[in-house]
T-cell receptor
Framework: AQKVTQAQTEISVVEKEDVTLDCVYETRDTTYYLFWYKQPPSGELVFLIRRNSFDEQNEISGRYSWNFQKSTSSFNFTITASQVVDSAVYFCAQSNFGNEKLTFGTGTRLTIIP | EAGVVQSPRYKIIEKKQPVAFWCNPISGHNTLYWYLQNLGQGPELLIRYENEEAVDDSQLPKDRFSAERLKGVDSTLKIQPAELGDSAVYLC????????????FGQGTRLTVV
């Protein structure tokens, strides 16, 4: 069975600080995908990144970076020099190869204080 | 390119009444999903379509929920009769299909049953 755990329910940081959102996943499959989505107050889930289980290289996109470690079943997300516009709920999700169903975590509400 | 369009954005109904939600996916996307998001939770899959075929409806409460995707484009999700516990956000998403790619979400329909 698939399970995604986001232990941090809410995080608040002051603008320009770095912040890391944790994600731990469980799956019995050897081929799978991991995702991060952002949900601003408007409600729409915005796709941020997809990683497959064969690629453990960390990825950086502007102020965003992702750390994938299979050894600890973690896929953490770091925002560098946070901005007020980063305030949102962030969801980590996982799917198994051949099954296009996303299993989401419960989300982390991030508040950036100006 | 237009994103996933859902309507209505908000709906308030009395319990035992029927309600329907509409979704127009991104043009050319063969895969369409309906997700349910309860307050403070991550989305959970209700049903997934590949073109007009429902390929995963194991999580759809079939006694009161129904869905259709005629002609493999637009989709409607219906609840009849609605119960108080159905109050939630109903999210539609689409992806190109043909192996997993990221899903793109609409803004959702927030249903309140009173």
């Amino acid at each position: 069975a698939q399970k995604v755990t986001q232990a941090q329910t809410e995080i608040s940081v002051v603008e320009k600080e770095d912040v890391t959102l944790d994600c731990v996943y469980e799956t019995r499959d050897t081929t799978y995908y991991l995702f991060w989505y952002k949900q601003p107050p408007s409600g729409e889930l915005v796709f941020l990144i997809r990683r497959n289980s064969f690629d453990e290289q960390n990825e950086i996109s502007g102020r965003y970076s992702w750390n994938f470690q299979k050894s600890t079943s973690s896929f953490n997300f770091t925002i560098t020099a946070s901005q007020v516009v980063d305030s949102a709920v962030y969801f980590c999700a996982q799917s198994n190869f051949g099954n296009e169903k996303l299993t989401f975590g419960t989300g982390t509400r991030l508040t950036i204080i100006p | 390119e237009a994103g996933v369009v859902q309507s209505p954005r908000y709906k308030i109904i009395e319990k035992k009444q029927p309600v329907a939600f509409w979704c127009n996916p991104i043009s050319g996307h063969n895969t369409l999903y309906w997700y349910l998001q309860n307050l403070g939770q991550g989305p959970e899959l209700l049903i997934r379509y590949e073109n007009e075929e429902a390929v995963d409806d194991s999580q759809l409460p079939k006694d009161r929920f129904s869905a259709e995707r005629l002609k493999g484009v637009d989709s409607t999700l219906k609840i009849q009769p609605a119960e108080l516990g159905d109050s939630a956000v109903y999210l539609c998403a689409s992806s190109p299909g043909g192996g997993f790619t990221e899903a793109f979400f609409g803004q959702g329909t927030r249903l309140t049953v009173v």
